[in-house]
């Protein structure tokens, strides 16, 4: 579905929880930017148009990305027996009480935004879906229907990570085990690409970040590990795509919680969005 003036063309769709499509448009920065505020008011249109009207019936031919913004919510959703329970939050920063569920939307908006306006997407090579658009929290089979509906052909997950020192630094990508994985390499990969892409970034306002690397979720849950990767697993559309939880950064690092989440952030999160954006553009493109 588009919606079309002298100024401005913007082709979305809206799936089931809340998702974005995002398809491109010609002068969309600060369009999509209400956008994500007024889910469905187009002020090149000038209406309120219903949801019912914003449902793309045609297939996308290009490739699809699928962004998840980690956490969510007030209350954790799903179940440790079903294998799918997402936690409400996990990180808080240190001084400033900021919660990881809220940075990671916020992030992820801006990758999806980064990615709809780029040359890509405009030209209908790539498009960008999120699992969740608002302060929501979906549990890990939803999350998982999400990528499959959407067809997608890479996913990563969007997450900031906590320790108890207070003083770790540096992206860390999650990735499945080995051992339950056959696509282990092409997903570590694909894990490490993007989390060299964040400490590229960081090292702009913070030299001294450490190296990115990946590593598995075999200490979650018991040894189960992560339940995102084993609802991926059930699903043929889901287990085959490169995926991954990318552990940005610390919110709680003393050092970092001011200038990274509050004096310069808006200089970092845009930095971090378009190295991601560009990482999972070209990720993208590569996949078979």
């Not at 505020?37 to 209406?47: D, W």
């Not at 009480?97 to 999806?112: C, P, Q, R, Y």
């Not at 003393?254 to 971090?272: C, G, S, T």
């Amino acid at each position: 579905m588009g919606c079309a003036s002298a100024r401005t063309v913007l082709l979305f769709t809206e799936m089931k929880d809340g998702a974005l499509v995002l398809a491109g448009y010609d002068d969309g920065v600060t369009l999509f930017s209400r956008l994500r505020f007024l889910r469905c008011f187009l002020p090149a249109c000038g209406s309120l148009l219903p949801a019912s009207r914003l449902m793309a019936k045609e297939v996308f031919q290009g490739r699809t990305i699928v962004i998840d913004p980690g956490h969510g919510g007030t209350t954790d959703t799903g179940s440790d027996k079903d294998r799918n329970r997402s936690s409400s939050n996990n990180a808080t920063s240190a001084t400033l009480g900021i919660k990881e569920k809220d940075v990671t939307l916020e992030l992820s908006l801006l990758i999806a935004e980064r990615i709809a306006a780029s040359p890509e997407a405009q030209s209908g090579k790539v498009r960008a879906v999120l699992t969740r658009s608002t302060d929501v929290n979906l549990n890990f089979t939803e999350r998982a229907a999400t990528v499959a509906e959407a067809g997608a052909v890479c996913f990563v997950s969007i997450h900031f990570n906590s320790h108890r020192s207070q003083r770790a630094s540096g992206p860390r990508a999650v990735i499945q085990q080995a051992a339950k994985n056959p696509h282990y390499k092409a997903d570590h990969t694909f894990a490490l690409a993007l989390a060299k892409a964040v400490e590229k970034a960081s090292k702009t306002f913070h030299p001294k970040t450490p190296a990115a690397f990946v590593h598995d979720d075999h200490e979650l849950h018991k040894g189960r590990g992560s339940y995102l990767f084993y609802q991926f697993n059930a699903d043929e559309k889901t287990g085959r795509i490169p995926a991954c939880h990318l552990e940005v950064e610390f919110l709680d690092n003393m050092e970092l919680e001011r200038p990274f989440f509050a004096d310069r952030k808006k200089e970092v999160f845009p930095a971090w969005a378009g190295a991601i954006a560009a990482e999972l553009i070209r990720q993208a493109q590569a996949a078979p």
